[in-house]
T-cell receptor
């Protein structure tokens, strides 16, 4: 089971980088790591995913540790609109049971 | 179009009522999901449909009955619910359920906020 652990909350100032960590020590070799975020009163929204290599897209970057037991979501310049709960999700093995972490509530100060 | 549409947005029902939640997507996705989310908690997987067949039931009580009439629609039938079933019910879809071979991004609807009185 690809269990994940995340800090409950983090704070940042606007236009500063934010590094959101996730531990997934039970991940198997072929399980992807996904990140989603959930704004108030909305469903989760896909942010980024990866397997082994670091990944970049227009929203964020994902740095995956060499042993794959942890990853870090990087928001390069936080904005007020980035205030949300960020979930790290592991995709559990062959049975494909997506399991959300408890989420990190990101607070962005103007 | 990357939209997953859920109706109704809000639902209040009594413990003896029967109601249904609906979910629709037109992205050609062949996997659809129901999640339950309590306040300040992460979404919890309830059911997964793959190619219109139920592939995962996470030990959900029988008072929740899912149905997938076709590849675009997903229903959740509710009967004899309890107050503790009050929650946000989220529907999601993805291209497939093969987590090993691809990233398999899930697209979520905005949810139905259910209150059971």
């Amino acid at each position: 089971d690809a269990k994940t652990t995340q800090p409950n909350s983090m704070e940042s100032n606007e236009e500063e980088p934010v590094h959101l960590p996730c531990n997934h020590s039970t991940i198997s070799g072929t399980d992807y790591i996904h990140w989603y975020r959930q704004l108030p009163s909305q469903g989760p929204e896909y942010v980024i995913h990866g397997l082994t290599s670091n990944v970049n897209n227009r929203m964020a970057s994902l740095a995956i540790a060499e042993d794959r037991k942890s990853s870090t979501l990087i928001l390069h310049r936080a904005t007020l609109r980035d205030a949300a709960v960020y979930y790290c999700m592991g995709l559990s093995g062959g049975s494909y049971i997506p399991t959300f972490g408890r989420g990190t509530s990101l607070i962005v100060h103007p | 179009d990357t939209e997953v549409t859920q109706t109704p947005k809000h639902l209040v029902m009594g413990m003896t009522n029967k109601k249904s939640l609906k979910c629709e997507q037109h992205m050609g996705h062949r996997a659809m999901y129901w999640y339950k989310q309590k306040a300040k908690k992460p979404p919890e997987l309830m059911f997964v449909y793959s190619y219109e067949k139920l592939s995962i039931n996470e030990s959900v009580p029988s008072r929740f009955s899912p149905e997938c009439p076709n590849s675009s629609l997903l229903n959740l039938h509710l009967h004899a619910l309890q107050p503790e079933d009050s929650a946000l019910y989220l529907c999601a879809s993805s291209q497939k359920t093969s987590g090993r071979a691809s990233g398999n991004i899930q697209y979520f609807g905005a949810g139905t906020r259910l209150s059971v009185l």
